[in-house]
């Protein structure tokens, strides 16, 4: 026997072909009540009310159950192993659901349509809040925000340290133009030993790791230095500012590797949370990025070339932001091309499969990866030819005089 659902904000009703109410669930004008049975339909939950709702119309040897909700049927059919049918333009809902007013009288709710209305105002409004304020907390938005963030405190951090550079080479100007490379180690330096005259072979050894032959030559230049004396105090103060904002940055890209393998453990396995993360910022959520054709996922981050390329007919961008990628920044010139088109296209299935969160593949695509890159390389050794134009001949002949 077939049975009829409707579901309302005043309660859900099953029905006969006839018209006679068989079952009934009254939400008891309880907004908490009515948002909670709708939340968790987006969240692919059923509430134990309903189930048992519809226990007692199969126990009353209702078979099969009509819906005109989508998601209210799939549910059913999928976590409860019910025989559903899905019908949008059933005239026998349609005609429930115009004439709600009467219906309610037959179950003994009296409710006038303008009083359902502003139910429905009611818990639409904060329905869609809620939808809201799951996007905005959503991981892909808070990966967005962590990347970009991560990207301006590296930057602060070189611009910081050019000013150190500078500031401190006052006082010691052969430690920042020839000896040091390395911004942090720099501000480190700054910060603890501060004044040239404690930069000892003692203190080096003791505070840092550097090779023995680099302390020397520290130490020797420390004692030649033409630089002049001036307040230190401030300055050191700065660099440990510079160390500060670098160690909350390693504590950013710690949270970021969380999320990623949360979030997009297939990516993240594949190409590493940083680059895997601008690609998804980049794209504007893991969602674009899975919907992307590898083409695109190549060039992602590389649109300025692209439009050159495409307006002036300069070279062609073969590389956008996956050029960060570690195999491919460090593999041979001629090779990056081709194996950025290979990684693209497993990113575009890693996404896919994050997205739509199916079984963790990342170590089978890591392989695959490395199996062709190591295929390019040994199919292409050398470089190709450049191909010399073709000079265009001399038509022969005797000018007119």
Same mark, same amino acid.
């Given at each position: 026997?077939?049975?009829?659902?409707?579901?309302?904000?005043? +309660?859900?009703?099953?029905?006969?072909?006839?018209?006679?109410?068989?079952?009934?669930?009254?939400?008891?004008?309880?907004?908490?009540?009515?948002?909670?049975?709708?939340?968790?339909?987006?969240?692919?939950?059923?509430?134990?009310?309903?189930?048992?709702?519809?226990?007692?119309?199969?126990?009353?040897?209702?078979?099969?159950?009509?819906?005109?909700?989508?998601?209210?049927?799939?549910?059913?059919?999928?976590?409860?192993?019910?025989?559903?049918?899905?019908?949008?333009?059933?005239?026998?809902?349609?005609?429930?659901?115009?004439?709600?007013?009467?219906?309610?009288?037959?179950? +003994?709710?009296?409710?006038?349509?303008?009083?359902?209305? $502003?139910?429905?105002?009611?818990?639409?409004?904060?329905?869609?809040?809620?939808?809201?304020?799951?996007? $905005?907390?959503?991981?892909?938005?808070?990966?967005?925000?962590?990347?970009?963030?991560?990207?301006?405190?590296?930057?602060?951090?070189?611009?910081?340290? $050019?000013?150190?550079?500078?500031?401190? &080479?006052?006082?010691?100007?052969?430690?920042?133009?020839?000896?040091?490379?390395?911004?942090?180690?720099?501000?480190?330096?700054?910060?603890?030993?501060?004044?040239?005259?404690?930069?000892?072979?003692?203190?080096?050894?003791?505070?840092?790791?550097?090779?023995?032959?680099?302390?020397?030559?520290?130490?020797?230049?420390?004692?030649?230095?033409? &630089?002049?004396?001036?307040?230190?105090?401030?300055?050191?103060?700065?660099?440990?500012?510079?160390?500060?904002?670098?160690?909350?940055?390693?504590?950013?890209?710690?949270?970021?590797?969380?999320?990623?393998?949360?979030?997009?453990?297939?990516?993240?396995?594949?190409?590493?949370?940083?680059? &895997? @993360?601008?690609?998804?910022?980049? @794209?504007?959520?893991?969602?674009?990025?899975?919907?992307?054709?590898?083409?695109?996922?190549?060039?992602?981050?590389?649109?300025?070339?692209?439009?050159?390329?495409?307006?002036? +007919?300069?070279?062609?961008?073969?590389?956008?932001?996956?050029?960060?990628?570690?195999?491919?920044?460090?593999?041979?010139?001629?090779?990056? +091309?081709?194996?950025?088109?290979?990684?693209?296209?497993?990113?575009?299935?890693?996404?896919?499969?994050?997205?739509?969160?199916?079984?963790?593949?990342?170590?089978?695509? $890591?392989?695959?990866?490395?199996?062709?890159?190591?295929?390019?390389?040994?199919?292409?050794?050398?470089?190709?030819?450049?191909?010399?134009?073709?000079?265009?001949?001399?038509?022969?002949?005797?000018?007119?005089?």
């Amino acid at each position: 026997m077939k049975s009829f659902i409707a579901d309302t904000l005043i +309660g859900i009703f099953a029905f006969d072909e006839t018209g006679n109410i068989l079952n009934f669930i009254d939400f008891d004008d309880d907004c908490e009540k009515i948002i909670e049975f709708y939340d968790s339909l987006n969240n692919n939950l059923i509430q134990k009310v309903f189930e048992d709702f519809l226990l007692e119309l199969k126990n009353s040897s209702f078979n099969e159950f009509l819906f005109d909700n989508k998601k209210l049927e799939s549910l059913t059919s999928e976590k409860l192993g019910y025989d559903t049918v899905f019908k949008k333009n059933s005239m026998e809902l349609k005609n429930f659901r115009l004439n709600l007013e009467v219906n309610l009288k037959k179950v +003994g709710i009296n409710k006038t349509s303008e009083e359902v209305l $502003s139910l429905y105002k009611k818990v639409s409004g904060e329905l869609t809040r809620r939808k809201v304020s799951q996007a $905005s907390g959503h991981s892909d938005n808070i990966i967005t925000q962590t990347i970009t963030i991560l990207d301006v405190i590296k930057k602060s951090i070189s611009l910081f340290s $050019s000013h150190l550079r500078e500031w401190y &080479g006052l006082h010691f100007p052969e430690l920042t133009d020839k000896i040091i490379e390395d911004n942090i180690i720099l501000a480190r330096l700054v910060s603890i030993l501060g004044s040239r005259e404690n930069f000892t072979i003692e203190n080096l050894k003791r505070n840092f790791a550097i090779n023995e032959n680099k302390i020397k030559i520290l130490e020797q230049y420390a004692l030649e230095s033409m &630089g002049a004396n001036i307040d230190l105090s401030i300055i050191q103060k700065y660099a440990g500012e510079i160390i500060s904002l670098d160690t909350y940055r390693q504590e950013l890209e710690k949270y970021l590797e969380i999320l990623m393998e949360k979030t997009a453990p297939n990516i993240n396995t594949l190409i590493g949370p940083l680059v &895997g @993360a601008k690609l998804i910022a980049k @794209a504007g959520t893991l969602q674009k990025l899975a919907y992307m054709p590898a083409s695109r996922i190549q060039l992602l981050g590389a649109e300025k070339a692209l439009y050159r390329f495409l307006k002036t +007919g300069e070279k062609r961008p073969k590389h956008g932001l996956i050029f960060q990628w570690n195999q491919i920044r460090s593999a041979k010139p001629y090779h990056r +091309g081709k194996i950025a088109r290979v990684v693209a296209g497993k990113i575009g299935v890693a996404a896919k499969v994050d997205f739509f969160s199916g079984e963790f593949i990342g170590d089978t695509l $890591s392989k695959e990866v490395e199996e062709k890159i190591k295929e390019i390389e040994e199919k292409y050794p050398n470089p190709p030819k450049k191909e010399q134009p073709v000079k265009s001949k001399k038509k022969s002949g005797k000018k007119r005089k």
